[in-house]
Protein backbone atom coordinates (compact mmCIF):
# COMPACT_ATOMS: atom_id res chain seq x y z
CA UNK A 1 0.00 0.00 0.00
CA UNK A 2 2.79 2.58 0.87
CA UNK A 3 4.78 1.38 -2.22
CA UNK A 4 1.72 1.84 -4.47
CA UNK A 5 1.08 5.37 -2.65
CA UNK A 6 4.58 6.67 -3.38
CA UNK A 7 4.29 5.67 -7.04
CA UNK A 8 1.34 7.60 -7.32
CA UNK A 9 2.68 10.63 -6.33
CA UNK A 10 6.10 10.12 -7.88
CA UNK A 11 3.97 9.43 -11.69
CA UNK A 12 2.16 12.83 -11.07
CA UNK A 13 5.36 14.35 -11.66
CA UNK A 14 5.22 13.10 -14.86
CA UNK A 15 2.44 14.49 -18.13
CA UNK A 16 3.08 12.91 -21.05
CA UNK A 17 0.51 14.48 -22.85
CA UNK A 18 1.69 15.22 -26.90
CA UNK A 19 0.43 18.67 -26.76
CA UNK A 20 3.19 19.00 -23.13
CA UNK A 21 3.87 22.32 -22.26
CA UNK A 22 1.90 23.78 -25.54
CA UNK A 23 -1.46 25.41 -24.00
CA UNK A 24 -2.61 26.59 -27.37
CA UNK A 25 -2.09 22.48 -28.64
CA UNK A 26 -3.42 21.32 -26.22
CA UNK A 27 -6.61 23.06 -25.94
CA UNK A 28 -7.20 22.44 -29.58
CA UNK A 29 -6.89 18.75 -29.08
CA UNK A 30 -9.48 18.76 -26.26
CA UNK A 31 -12.04 20.70 -28.10
CA UNK A 32 -11.69 19.00 -31.20
CA UNK A 33 -11.94 15.69 -29.42
CA UNK A 34 -14.34 16.02 -26.59
CA UNK A 35 -16.42 18.98 -27.47
CA UNK A 36 -16.32 18.49 -31.57
CA UNK A 37 -15.60 22.22 -31.52
CA UNK A 38 -12.18 22.23 -34.56
CA UNK A 39 -12.38 25.81 -34.88
CA UNK A 40 -9.07 26.25 -31.61
CA UNK A 41 -7.33 23.51 -34.34
CA UNK A 42 -8.28 25.36 -37.37
CA UNK A 43 -6.80 28.58 -35.75
CA UNK A 44 -3.99 27.24 -34.45
CA UNK A 45 -3.24 25.08 -37.53
CA UNK A 46 -3.56 28.28 -39.87
CA UNK A 47 -0.99 30.35 -37.62
CA UNK A 48 1.72 27.96 -38.50
CA UNK A 49 1.91 28.42 -42.13
CA UNK A 50 5.67 29.24 -43.34
CA UNK A 51 6.72 27.63 -39.60
CA UNK A 52 7.26 24.37 -41.13
CA UNK A 53 8.88 23.12 -37.55
CA UNK A 54 6.18 23.94 -35.35
CA UNK A 55 3.53 22.82 -38.40
CA UNK A 56 4.53 19.30 -38.53
CA UNK A 57 4.46 19.06 -34.84
CA UNK A 58 0.89 20.57 -34.84
CA UNK A 59 -0.35 18.33 -37.60
CA UNK A 60 1.17 14.90 -36.04
CA UNK A 61 -0.28 16.10 -32.75
CA UNK A 62 -3.31 17.01 -33.73
CA UNK A 63 -3.73 14.21 -35.32
CA UNK A 64 -2.78 11.40 -33.06
CA UNK A 65 -5.20 12.96 -30.85
CA UNK A 66 -7.98 10.67 -32.29
CA UNK A 67 -6.01 7.53 -31.69
CA UNK A 68 -8.33 5.18 -29.19
CA UNK A 69 -11.37 7.54 -29.77
CA UNK A 70 -14.29 7.43 -31.74
CA UNK A 71 -13.03 7.02 -35.00
CA UNK A 72 -10.49 4.26 -34.46
CA UNK A 73 -13.50 1.77 -33.67
CA UNK A 74 -13.28 -1.76 -35.28
CA UNK A 75 -16.77 -2.53 -37.09
CA UNK A 76 -17.08 -6.15 -35.41
CA UNK A 77 -18.96 -6.85 -39.17
CA UNK A 78 -16.69 -5.81 -41.29
CA UNK A 79 -13.28 -5.63 -39.16
CA UNK A 80 -12.34 -2.24 -40.49
CA UNK A 81 -11.57 1.06 -38.69
CA UNK A 82 -14.34 3.52 -38.89
CA UNK A 83 -12.98 6.56 -41.52
CA UNK A 84 -15.52 8.69 -40.89
CA UNK A 85 -16.37 9.30 -37.62
CA UNK A 86 -13.44 11.13 -35.90
CA UNK A 87 -13.59 15.08 -35.86
CA UNK A 88 -10.35 14.73 -38.39
CA UNK A 89 -12.82 12.97 -40.92
CA UNK A 90 -15.50 15.35 -40.91
CA UNK A 91 -13.15 18.56 -40.89
CA UNK A 92 -11.75 17.12 -43.87
CA UNK A 93 -15.40 16.37 -45.58
CA UNK A 94 -16.42 19.97 -44.51
CA UNK A 95 -13.79 21.36 -46.12
CA UNK A 96 -12.56 19.75 -49.47
CA UNK A 97 -10.25 22.65 -50.47
CA UNK A 98 -8.24 23.08 -46.79
CA UNK A 99 -5.27 21.55 -47.17
CA UNK A 100 -4.67 22.27 -43.27
CA UNK A 101 -7.56 19.63 -43.02
CA UNK A 102 -6.33 17.16 -45.36
CA UNK A 103 -3.26 17.48 -43.84
CA UNK A 104 -4.30 16.53 -40.63
CA UNK A 105 -6.48 13.84 -41.88
CA UNK A 106 -3.91 11.70 -43.54
CA UNK A 107 -1.93 11.70 -40.50
CA UNK A 108 -4.60 10.64 -38.40
CA UNK A 109 -5.72 7.49 -40.89
CA UNK A 110 -1.92 7.12 -40.70
CA UNK A 111 -2.17 7.08 -36.46
CA UNK A 112 -5.20 4.28 -36.88
CA UNK A 113 -3.33 1.95 -38.94
CA UNK A 114 -0.49 1.75 -36.32
CA UNK A 115 -3.25 1.24 -33.62
CA UNK A 116 -4.26 -1.56 -35.70
CA UNK A 117 -1.05 -2.61 -36.34
CA UNK A 118 0.41 -1.96 -32.77
CA UNK A 119 3.89 -1.77 -32.03
CA UNK A 120 5.79 -5.26 -31.83
CA UNK A 121 8.17 -6.56 -34.45
CA UNK A 122 6.55 -7.41 -37.82
CA UNK A 123 6.32 -11.49 -37.55
CA UNK A 124 3.76 -11.01 -34.33
CA UNK A 125 1.19 -9.45 -36.73
CA UNK A 126 -1.62 -10.95 -37.42
CA UNK A 127 -2.72 -11.45 -41.22
CA UNK A 128 -6.26 -9.05 -40.44
CA UNK A 129 -4.24 -6.57 -39.24
CA UNK A 130 -1.98 -6.50 -41.88
CA UNK A 131 -4.89 -5.97 -44.48
CA UNK A 132 -6.20 -3.40 -42.44
CA UNK A 133 -3.06 -1.38 -41.56
CA UNK A 134 -2.60 -1.04 -45.69
CA UNK A 135 -6.18 -0.19 -46.25
CA UNK A 136 -5.87 2.77 -43.78
CA UNK A 137 -2.55 3.59 -45.38
CA UNK A 138 -3.51 3.63 -48.83
CA UNK A 139 -6.46 6.16 -48.40
CA UNK A 140 -4.15 8.17 -45.93
CA UNK A 141 -1.77 8.29 -48.98
CA UNK A 142 -4.76 9.29 -51.50
CA UNK A 143 -5.94 12.26 -48.88
CA UNK A 144 -2.22 13.53 -48.50
CA UNK A 145 -2.00 13.80 -52.64
CA UNK A 146 -4.84 16.10 -52.06
CA UNK A 147 -3.12 18.04 -49.55
CA UNK A 148 0.03 18.30 -51.79
CA UNK A 149 -1.83 19.51 -54.79
CA UNK A 150 -3.53 22.26 -52.56
CA UNK A 151 -0.51 23.37 -50.81
CA UNK A 152 2.34 22.58 -53.92
CA UNK A 153 5.08 24.40 -51.72
CA UNK A 154 4.49 22.94 -48.06
CA UNK A 155 7.06 20.64 -47.31
CA UNK A 156 4.56 18.91 -44.76
CA UNK A 157 2.79 16.37 -47.06
CA UNK A 158 5.81 15.97 -48.05
CA UNK A 159 6.98 14.57 -44.88
CA UNK A 160 3.70 12.37 -44.17
CA UNK A 161 4.66 11.12 -48.17
CA UNK A 162 8.13 9.88 -46.72
CA UNK A 163 6.30 8.25 -43.55
CA UNK A 164 4.31 6.31 -45.30
CA UNK A 165 6.59 5.30 -48.05
CA UNK A 166 8.81 3.85 -44.75
CA UNK A 167 5.48 2.25 -43.57
CA UNK A 168 5.44 0.15 -46.89
CA UNK A 169 8.17 -0.84 -47.77
CA UNK A 170 8.39 1.57 -50.79
CA UNK A 171 10.94 1.00 -53.25
CA UNK A 172 14.46 3.31 -52.54
CA UNK A 173 14.16 5.07 -55.65
CA UNK A 174 10.74 6.54 -54.61
CA UNK A 175 12.08 7.07 -50.97
CA UNK A 176 14.98 9.63 -52.10
CA UNK A 177 12.70 11.01 -54.70
CA UNK A 178 10.52 11.83 -51.78
CA UNK A 179 13.14 13.02 -49.53
CA UNK A 180 14.66 15.88 -52.43
CA UNK A 181 11.18 17.21 -52.93
CA UNK A 182 11.10 17.70 -48.96
CA UNK A 183 14.78 18.92 -48.42
CA UNK A 184 14.51 21.04 -51.67
CA UNK A 185 11.45 22.78 -49.91
CA UNK A 186 12.61 22.57 -46.31
CA UNK A 187 16.75 21.99 -46.24
CA UNK A 188 16.60 21.05 -42.74
CA UNK A 189 13.22 19.72 -42.03
CA UNK A 190 13.55 18.21 -38.42
CA UNK A 191 10.33 15.90 -38.70
CA UNK A 192 11.61 15.00 -42.75
CA UNK A 193 14.89 13.72 -41.05
CA UNK A 194 14.46 11.98 -38.25
CA UNK A 195 11.83 9.82 -40.86
CA UNK A 196 14.80 9.32 -42.97
CA UNK A 197 16.50 8.49 -40.38
CA UNK A 198 14.20 5.16 -39.34
CA UNK A 199 14.50 4.13 -42.74
CA UNK A 200 18.09 3.48 -42.13
CA UNK A 201 17.11 1.51 -39.77
CA UNK A 202 17.87 -1.83 -39.14
CA UNK A 203 14.11 -2.69 -38.21
CA UNK A 204 13.23 -1.25 -41.56
CA UNK A 205 15.70 -3.16 -43.70
CA UNK A 206 18.57 -0.73 -43.08
CA UNK A 207 21.80 -0.87 -40.97
CA UNK A 208 23.83 0.36 -38.31
CA UNK A 209 26.30 1.31 -40.74
CA UNK A 210 23.42 3.14 -42.40
CA UNK A 211 21.95 4.65 -40.07
CA UNK A 212 25.04 6.06 -37.85
CA UNK A 213 26.28 7.68 -41.47
CA UNK A 214 22.86 9.23 -42.18
CA UNK A 215 22.84 10.77 -38.52
CA UNK A 216 26.52 11.93 -38.42
CA UNK A 217 26.92 13.49 -41.63
CA UNK A 218 24.12 15.65 -41.09
CA UNK A 219 24.68 16.40 -37.67
CA UNK A 220 28.13 16.95 -39.05
CA UNK A 221 26.82 19.93 -41.83
CA UNK A 222 23.76 21.28 -39.59
CA UNK A 223 23.93 24.63 -38.36
CA UNK A 224 24.70 25.41 -34.65
CA UNK A 225 21.51 25.35 -32.79
CA UNK A 226 19.86 23.04 -34.80
CA UNK A 227 18.19 20.15 -33.18
CA UNK A 228 19.34 18.06 -35.82
CA UNK A 229 22.63 17.55 -33.99
CA UNK A 230 20.29 15.14 -31.79
CA UNK A 231 20.11 12.76 -34.81
CA UNK A 232 23.17 10.67 -33.87
CA UNK A 233 21.44 10.39 -30.08
CA UNK A 234 18.44 9.05 -31.47
CA UNK A 235 20.64 6.46 -33.95
CA UNK A 236 22.15 5.01 -30.78
CA UNK A 237 18.89 4.63 -29.07
CA UNK A 238 17.78 2.97 -32.03
CA UNK A 239 20.87 0.78 -31.92
CA UNK A 240 20.27 -0.06 -28.22
CA UNK A 241 17.07 -1.15 -29.05
CA UNK A 242 18.00 -3.23 -31.86
CA UNK A 243 20.82 -5.18 -29.36
CA UNK A 244 18.60 -5.73 -26.68
CA UNK A 245 15.73 -7.14 -28.25
CA UNK A 246 17.04 -8.84 -31.42
CA UNK A 247 20.93 -9.52 -31.30
CA UNK A 248 21.60 -10.19 -27.43
CA UNK A 249 18.04 -10.58 -26.07
CA UNK A 250 19.23 -12.42 -22.72
CA UNK A 251 21.74 -9.04 -22.18
CA UNK A 252 20.75 -7.03 -19.97
CA UNK A 253 19.67 -3.30 -20.43
CA UNK A 254 23.05 -1.97 -18.29
CA UNK A 255 25.34 -4.53 -20.56
CA UNK A 256 24.02 -2.73 -23.73
CA UNK A 257 24.67 0.88 -22.03
CA UNK A 258 27.90 -0.40 -20.83
CA UNK A 259 28.85 -0.93 -25.04
CA UNK A 260 27.22 2.62 -25.60
CA UNK A 261 29.55 4.44 -22.57
CA UNK A 262 32.69 2.49 -23.79
CA UNK A 263 31.93 3.78 -27.49
CA UNK A 264 34.37 6.72 -27.89
CA UNK A 265 32.43 7.45 -31.29
CA UNK A 266 28.83 7.51 -29.18
CA UNK A 267 30.41 9.57 -26.25
CA UNK A 268 31.52 11.93 -29.02
CA UNK A 269 28.08 12.06 -30.46
CA UNK A 270 26.72 12.91 -27.60
CA UNK A 271 28.92 15.50 -26.21
CA UNK A 272 28.40 17.59 -30.16
CA UNK A 273 24.57 17.42 -29.17
CA UNK A 274 25.59 18.95 -25.56
CA UNK A 275 27.73 21.76 -27.40
CA UNK A 276 26.30 22.48 -30.55
CA UNK A 277 23.00 22.29 -29.65
CA UNK A 278 21.82 21.83 -26.25
CA UNK A 279 24.25 24.85 -24.97
CA UNK A 280 23.73 27.16 -27.66
CA UNK A 281 21.25 30.45 -27.03
CA UNK A 282 19.20 29.44 -30.09
CA UNK A 283 15.40 30.09 -29.71
CA UNK A 284 13.74 26.67 -28.54
CA UNK A 285 12.14 24.48 -31.47
CA UNK A 286 8.83 23.46 -31.57
CA UNK A 287 9.97 19.67 -30.14
CA UNK A 288 12.40 20.86 -28.24
CA UNK A 289 11.18 18.37 -25.72
CA UNK A 290 10.92 15.46 -27.73
CA UNK A 291 14.61 15.99 -28.84
CA UNK A 292 15.91 16.53 -24.71
CA UNK A 293 14.42 13.49 -23.66
CA UNK A 294 16.60 11.30 -26.29
CA UNK A 295 19.34 13.64 -25.11
CA UNK A 296 18.66 12.47 -21.37
CA UNK A 297 18.50 9.14 -22.58
CA UNK A 298 21.29 9.03 -24.07
CA UNK A 299 23.68 10.36 -21.13
CA UNK A 300 21.63 8.65 -18.52
CA UNK A 301 22.12 5.39 -20.44
CA UNK A 302 25.98 5.65 -20.25
CA UNK A 303 26.34 6.92 -17.00
CA UNK A 304 26.54 10.66 -17.29
CA UNK A 305 24.72 11.96 -14.62
CA UNK A 306 25.69 14.75 -14.00
CA UNK A 307 26.08 15.97 -18.01
CA UNK A 308 22.29 14.89 -17.82
CA UNK A 309 21.16 17.14 -15.01
CA UNK A 310 20.36 20.39 -16.57
CA UNK A 311 19.13 18.35 -19.52
CA UNK A 312 16.09 16.77 -17.29
CA UNK A 313 15.81 20.23 -16.17
CA UNK A 314 14.81 21.36 -19.13
CA UNK A 315 12.46 18.37 -19.49
CA UNK A 316 10.61 19.24 -16.33
CA UNK A 317 7.53 16.88 -16.10
CA UNK A 318 6.99 16.23 -19.64
CA UNK A 319 8.40 12.82 -20.42
CA UNK A 320 8.17 11.13 -23.61
CA UNK A 321 7.23 7.30 -23.81
CA UNK A 322 10.26 7.08 -26.70
CA UNK A 323 12.67 6.47 -26.24
CA UNK A 324 12.18 5.54 -22.42
CA UNK A 325 10.37 2.90 -22.77
CA UNK A 326 12.99 1.25 -24.92
CA UNK A 327 15.25 1.27 -21.73
CA UNK A 328 14.51 -2.30 -21.09
CA UNK A 329 13.13 -4.56 -18.04
CA UNK A 330 10.89 -1.62 -16.76
CA UNK A 331 8.79 0.55 -17.45
CA UNK A 332 9.18 3.75 -19.01
CA UNK A 333 7.94 6.50 -16.23
CA UNK A 334 9.86 4.09 -13.67
CA UNK A 335 13.09 4.31 -15.85
CA UNK A 336 12.83 8.08 -16.63
CA UNK A 337 12.32 8.59 -12.59
CA UNK A 338 15.17 6.72 -11.78
CA UNK A 339 17.68 8.31 -14.40
CA UNK A 340 16.19 11.67 -13.22
CA UNK A 341 16.66 10.99 -9.45
CA UNK A 342 20.08 10.21 -10.58
CA UNK A 343 20.36 12.92 -12.62
CA UNK A 344 19.41 15.09 -9.93
CA UNK A 345 21.94 13.96 -7.29
CA UNK A 346 24.89 14.18 -9.16
CA UNK A 347 23.94 17.63 -10.11
Not at 188 to 194: A, L, T, V, Y
Not at 271 to 290: I, V, Y
Request: with cysteine.
Amino acid sequence: MVISTVWRLLTRQIDTNLAQDDAVLREACMQARYGSDTGPARKALAATRGDYDRRARYVRVLAESTAGGLGSRVDRTTGRVDTEAAWTDRWAARSPTDPDAQLVRARSLMARAWEVRGGDWAATVRAEQWAEFNRLLHLAGQVNDLAMRLAPEDPTPWANRLDLMIDQSAPREDVEETWRELTRRDPWHREGHGQKLTYHCRKWGGSHEAVFGFARSVAAAAPAGSPLHVLPVRAAAEWALWEQERVAPGSTADEVGQRWRQDPVMQSDLDGALSRWFHQPATRHADWLNDVNFLAYGLARTGRDADAAPVFASIGRYMTSVPWSWWGGVRGDAAFIRARRRARRAA
